[in-house]
């Protein structure tokens, strides 16, 4: 802090006092005692624009940028929900933002009957017992449940270390597995996207810590064996974690709990509307079964006497896992959203959604050149996947110049190239916050494409067209230190 101080008091003593180049160089002596030489300028850099030129500078690059603000963001598997406004006012109040975070617990009860009141809804809504709601994000959350199935068994003194992790698990499910220092065993899903529960027999063995499942999966597709395949692994003392990214589509109608799920996660930003993405602070509470409880991280919020306490004395914790009570904030909004909505008002936000994928997905279906994935008739849940391999092959376009052109007509593209089960995959999830205007714009807007890839292709192969980058190169982006980029910048 003094340091910064000392370099704001040297800027402004050469704006008032107009310092010649020895005075300036006298400066400088001064505040490399304070900080290291290769910060400090040597000569000061006086602007050559107007105030008015960089507010606008600034302010059309903010024009550039694409969000939930603006209008749709169909990015599957991300659920980019809008984020309300009251839930940044709460989260921005003194008595929340400015709390400092070394005080006493006894000064901060308020905050922590809130935390408390937090883990126990989402107990509720999962199905769950107790709550740690330290994780920063859902992969984070995803680790920490792997950690708990290791420590559990090395409790037991069980040599296992192998996951059961679907072709259809969420992303990241794997890296945790890895990451845990354990082995992944991947199970192909059927021709309906789903697990079968044969595949699952034949794979558990006495080396199976248990299987990580996201349900709905990341298809869309319900898993319509779950109860089976519960059996299964809970037949050979294995542990079930639930992948809480999809948990929108199931919330207020089936918990995880209830379908035999031990561990979840839960991405407060993907079901209850907390800031998304940017880099900025997440939050994924990891909720278990109470055979569990002394496994979380320490320390987790306790209500005794009337008051509440931190819960150190854990017996098997697998640490701690984040600074301090976790990224608290980002908790409250998900509070002040629970408690908005209500039991009811979240039951219908999960069947907007549904009914809003369904009806996009059943428009896009029917379109040449566009097959779903997997190709049955059955609903999907909040998202579906959508293969564009038959444009590939007969016009040589594929899904990510689909998804370039989408961004020439306003909207955000849904996500591509994922699940790498299926080829050339667009993956769309316009979430219950899309009115049915935007969805049949984004209807609309899809089949201009396609008409464009049959009659005007090199518009579609060259997109996008409207913004300030054109196309960037995927494999410099991939590689930059071995390529030379070959990038597009505006009009050629």
């Not at 779903?372 to 999907?380: M, T, V």
Request: net charge negative.
């Amino acid at each position: 802090m003094y340091e910064r101080r000392q370099a704001r008091w040297f800027e402004r003593t050469l704006f008032e006092y107009n310092l010649d180049d020895e005075e300036v160089n006298e400066v400088i002596k001064v505040l490399e005692e304070y900080l290291p030489s290769k910060l400090i300028r040597k000569k000061f850099l006086f602007p050559s624009l107007s105030e008015f030129e960089v507010v606008r500078h600034f302010t059309r690059l903010s024009q550039q940028n694409y969000g939930v603000d603006q209008g749709l963001y169909p990015l599957g598997s991300c659920t980019m929900k809008y984020n309300p406004r009251v839930n940044e006012d709460i989260a921005s109040l003194d008595g929340f933002a400015n709390l400092n975070p070394l005080q006493d617990p006894d000064e901060v009860q308020g905050l922590l009957e809130l935390l408390y009141k937090l883990s126990e809804y989402l107990s509720k809504l999962t199905g769950m017992d107790y709550f740690s709601l330290q994780p920063a994000a859902g992969a984070q959350g995803e680790l920490v449940g792997v950690l708990i199935m290791k420590k559990y068994f090395e409790v037991k003194g069980e040599n296992r270390n192998e996951v059961i992790v679907p072709d259809t698990a969420h992303g990241t499910n794997p890296a945790s597995v890895k990451m845990a220092g354990l082995k992944v065993v991947e199970v192909p899903s059927n021709r309906d996207g789903i697990i079968d529960p044969k595949i699952i027999r034949e794979t558990v063995s006495d080396k199976t810590l248990g299987i990580m499942l996201t349900n709905p999966n990341t298809l869309g597709v319900y898993e319509d064996y779950i109860g089976e395949i519960a059996d299964i692994i809970h037949g050979s003392d294995g542990l079930l974690y639930y992948d809480g990214a999809n948990l929108n589509a199931i919330l207020g109608w089936i918990r995880p709990g209830d379908m035999g799920f031990d561990i979840t996660h839960v991405n407060l930003h993907k079901t209850f509307s907390t800031p998304h993405g940017g880099g900025g602070p997440g939050s994924g509470p990891v909720g278990v079964k109470s055979f569990l409880k002394d496994f979380l991280p320490v320390p987790i919020i306790e209500e005794v006497g009337g008051k509440y306490v931190f819960n150190w004395d854990l017996k098997h914790t697998i640490g701690k896992v984040h600074s301090f009570y976790g990224n608290v904030l980002i908790q409250l909004r998900a509070l002040a959203y629970i408690l908005r909505n209500g039991f009811e008002g979240l039951r219908e936000v999960s069947g907007t959604a549904l009914l809003n994928s369904n009806y996009l997905y059943e428009k896009l279906r029917s379109f040449n050149g566009v097959h779903p994935y997997p190709n049955n008739l059955k609903p999907r849940m909040h998202e579906f996947v959508l293969s564009v391999k038959e444009l590939k092959d007969k016009y040589d376009v594929r899904a990510r110049d689909i998804a370039k052109r989408i961004i020439d007509y306003g909207v955000y593209a849904p996500t591509i190239y994922f699940p790498t089960i299926v080829e050339e995959a667009l993956m769309i999830e316009p979430t219950e916050t899309a009115s049915k205007k935007e969805l049949d714009e984004f209807i609309d807007i899809f089949k201009m494409i396609l008409d464009e890839v049959v009659n005007e292709k090199d518009k579609v192969l060259n997109s996008p067209l409207n913004t300030s980058v054109r196309r960037i190169d995927d494999a410099y982006a991939s590689r930059p230190k071995t390529m030379k980029p070959t990038y597009k910048w505006g009009e050629d």
